[in-house]
């Protein structure tokens, strides 16, 4: 098939292309990195024309869920707007599907664990962006003929994480404070609780997700097995021999306490392998050790928390 990535720089646009290629797929990678700016209304238009591709596979965004707060224009920006532009110049050149990686963001302060068709509350404005995106790519699959995807993946960790948001990718950033020496923060008291995804194993389902089984169907994608921060923080302390320096603080305004999903979709769509959170661990330390540490973001936009 000829498939277009958008995001393709990130942990999972360049795990996708990868195993895309391997299976010998036309891919092509779209991503502000390597000089395509998907705000760039003319060059999209332009790319997806000569690429006519079948499968828009679009990941690209602006991830860091605790950034919404602090910068919501640029949230905005690099979601819905980014989105907007994606999907039109694919229903323009045909697209017979469009896979788009949402998140369980979108439930919010709905009940625990989140079920695909229950209740969707989201509580950041993060959330809030891929909820609007999810409802307007129905809409427009209705509209315009072609068939949809939507993931929800939750907490994707692995070898290629930024080390530099601080924002995002809490494993890395915890593996940073250590290399580095410096103290880190757990927030709420560390009992928050999360089920960290390995990285190829959430690629495996998006894969999968060309048959058209996966057609119009939205799925939690992602670990079942849950741990506190505070576990997640010793586990990730074990792994690398370093015994750093932590600070518990209450919990971030309008932060989810316990993200937990159901998997039912994808239980019944797939076999999901389940990467042991130590195995993860220690294949992530095993690439942190080796990276350049780069300076941590600061973005311009940011509301002035002084």
């Known amino acids: 098939m000829r498939i277009i990535v958008t995001g393709s720089e990130g942990l999972v646009g360049k795990n996708l292309v990868k195993r895309l290629v391997h299976l010998g797929h036309d891919v092509s990678g779209m991503d502000l990195v390597t000089g395509t700016d998907l705000n760039d209304t003319d060059l999209l238009e332009a790319t997806m ?10 990941l690209a965004a602006n991830a860091a869920e605790a950034r919404g707060q602090v910068s919501p224009v640029d949230m905005i920006h690099n979601n819905i707007n980014i989105f907007a532009n994606t999907m039109k110049a694919a229903i323009n050149a045909k697209v017979k599907k469009f896979i788009y990686t ?13 079920k695909e ?5 989201p509580k950041d404005v993060y959330g809030v962006n891929k909820l609007a995106c999810e409802q307007i790519l129905k809409i427009m699959a209705k509209v315009y003929g072609f068939n949809y995807v ?5 907490n994707i960790y692995g070898p290629g994480q930024s080390m530099s948001d601080p924002h995002k990718n809490v494993v890395a950033l915890f593996m940073r404070k250590l290399i580095e020496n410096e103290p880190y923060k757990l927030f709420g008291y560390g009992k928050m609780r999360r089920a960290f995804s390995y990285i190829d194993d959430v690629v495996d389902v998006l894969v999968e997700s060309l048959d058209d089984r996966y057609n119009n169907q939205t799925l939690n994608v992602g670990s079942e097995k849950d741990i506190s921060i505070k576990e997640l ?23 989810i306490s316990m993200f937990l999903a159901d998997h ?15 195995e993860g661990l220690l294949k992530t330390w095993e690439w942190v ?3 350049k540490l780069l300076p941590i973001i600061k973005r311009k936009d940011e509301i002035n928390q002084s």
Do not use: W
């Open 117 to 121: 068709d229950g209740l969707t509350i």
């Open 264 to 278: 039912t979709n994808q239980n019944i769509l797939t076999k999901y392998k389940e990467t042991p959170i130590e």
């Open 102 to 114: 949402s998140s369980v963001a979108v439930y919010g302060e709905a009940n625990v664990p989140y």
């Open 150 to 154: 939507i993931f929800r993946p939750h």
């Open 233 to 255: 923080s010793d586990l990730i302390q074990k792994t690398t021999g370093i015994i750093g320096e932590i600070e518990l603080l209450k919990g971030r305004p309008q932060e």
């Open 49 to 58: 024309q000569q690429i006519m591709p079948e499968v828009i596979c679009h």
């Open 289 to 291: 050790r080796e990276q």
